[in-house]
């Protein structure tokens, strides 16, 4: 067949990927996209055979080309018109989708062999190429001499299986991906029903004492073993093995700042921020009768909570649900919890509901358990998760350094995000008395 046919039947497979992708992070069905995530299987490796293709063919134009060292040479005087600048004649591809960029990748990654400057050129003019919104890390390959970027096959690996892999705190939160720096007013990323007439308009909203919000550049890591990446030798094992790694710890991450983040070089997490901590009548203390009594629940904190905010949900350590609300009993030590308040956690899984509300249980390093925790500690959240807001570009670099401390290389996947309360009102501590 012509090249041409094949030309064309890539850049079919190429915008029915980019639609299958899209399709994929705009559902909220992890089944749906489980079945897209098969179908892209399937178009990726399509795309893989032509792009094969299409290479013979440019190595077959590329041998005719070069004449033989024993040729004699003829017309002399005539300048052959082959282009001379391969760079600029395939600015246009899209190179970090390629075999040869990502077997580059893998070579850097696993040995240190630095990808060509002639591919790092081709990857820097399609970058170019791109809305700046698309430029995933441009902000890091700035800061970050020597960074290279991952190939979009890991990247939609990453996506996706961040999107159906959820951390049991960051499947709850709204995300965004908006442009850092800006001050976007509250009312543009929520709002409030009211009704209207021809005559008038509803007014602009506001969710609370802050007006307006703003995302910052913080830079994260992720940093990754060398001994694990050497052993893999296929690329399509070692594409998919960085993406789990870089995925779950990102899901970890994403799930403590969104707890107990600073918001100096990293998201505002729930337990540093004032509008909280400080909120009058916010912070609820009990002792260890009262945690385990479900009347004291009634009476301590749900009383206290507005009717707007029940419909929130719970952040408790793991131990304090084990060892105080799934052991509420009687006077007679028979267990009540499931009967009092509904509570249903089973065994291995990190989710559940106490008093209908939705659980999220976290390990000790993200919320201390109650026995463990010190006087006034925190040890639940009660939260409403979709008034906090993680704004993210999927946009990951890679890094490779030396470690002289403990004599081993460490490869680093850099990515830029931050997060924050937009409302704090429906947010209530739970401390120990």
């Known amino acids: 067949m012509h090249k041409k046919y094949f030309e064309k039947r890539l850049a079919s497979l190429m915008k029915k990927r980019d639609a299958l992708t899209k399709k994929a992070l705009a559902s909220e069905s992890i089944e749906e996209v489980r079945a897209i995530n098969a179908e892209l299987e399937d178009v990726n490796s399509d795309i893989a055979d032509v792009q094969e293709v299409l290479a013979s063919y440019d190595d077959e134009a ?8 024993s040729a004699e040479p003829h017309n002399s005087g005539i300048v052959a018109s082959f282009a001379t600048n391969p760079v600029q004649q ?12 990502r077997t ?6 696993q040995r240190g062999i630095a990808i060509p400057a002639d591919m790092q050129a081709r990857v820097s003019a399609y970058m170019d190429t791109l809305p700046a919104e698309q430029r995933a890390g441009d902000a890091i390959t700035t800061e970050n001499a020597g960074s290279v970027v991952i190939p979009h096959t890991v990247m939609r690996d990453i996506i996706n299986t961040v999107r159906t892999s959820y ?11 908006v442009a850092g720096g800006v001050e976007y007013p509250i009312g543009d990323l929520t709002g409030e029903f009211h009704w209207i007439t021809e005559s008038t308009v509803s007014p602009e909203q506001d969710a609370g004492s802050i007006g307006s919000v703003s995302f910052k550049y913080n830079t994260a890591e992720i940093r990754i073993a060398q001994t694990f990446l050497s052993a893999l030798l296929s690329i399509e094992a070692f594409e998919a093995e960085i993406s789990k790694v870089i995925a779950k710890a990102y899901m970890k991450a994403m799930d403590t700042v969104t707890v107990k983040g600073t918001g100096v070089g990293q998201p505002l997490g729930i337990l540093n921020d004032t509008r909280v901590t400080n ?13 385990n009594n479900w009347t004291a629940w009634r009476k301590k904190f749900f009383a206290k909570i507005p009717v707007g905010y029940r419909t929130g949900e719970f952040i408790f350590n793991q131990s304090t649900v084990d060892a105080y609300l799934e052991t509420m009993a009687d006077g007679n030590n028979n267990p009540i919890f499931r009967q009092a308040t509904g509570l249903e956690v089973n065994e291995g899984d990190k989710s559940g509901r106490f008093f209908g509300k939705g659980i999220a249980t976290v390990e000790p390093d993200i919320l201390a358990d ?26 990951f670099m890679m890094r490779r350094y030396y470690d002289e401390a403990r004599n081993k ?25």
């Open 167 to 177: 951390g049991n705190i960051y499947a709850k939160v709204r995300k965004t991906s």
């Open 279 to 291: 909120a009058v009548g916010h912070t609820i203390a009990l002792t260890a009768a009262e945690i």
């Open 370 to 395: 109650f026995d463990t925790a010190s006087s006034s500690d925190v040890i639940g959240i009660f939260w409403q998760p979709d008034e906090y807001i993680i704004n993210e570009n999927f946009g």
């Open 104 to 109: 580059a990748f893998m070579r850097y990654i």
């Open 90 to 101: 395939r600015s246009d591809e899209n190179i970090l989708e390629s075999k040869e960029y």
């Open 62 to 69: 590329e041998s005719r080309e070069k004449a033989p060292a």
């Open 409 to 433: 290389w460490i490869n680093k996947a850099l990515t830029v995000c931050d997060g924050k309360l937009l409302n704090a009102n429906g947010v209530y501590l739970i401390t120990k008395a």
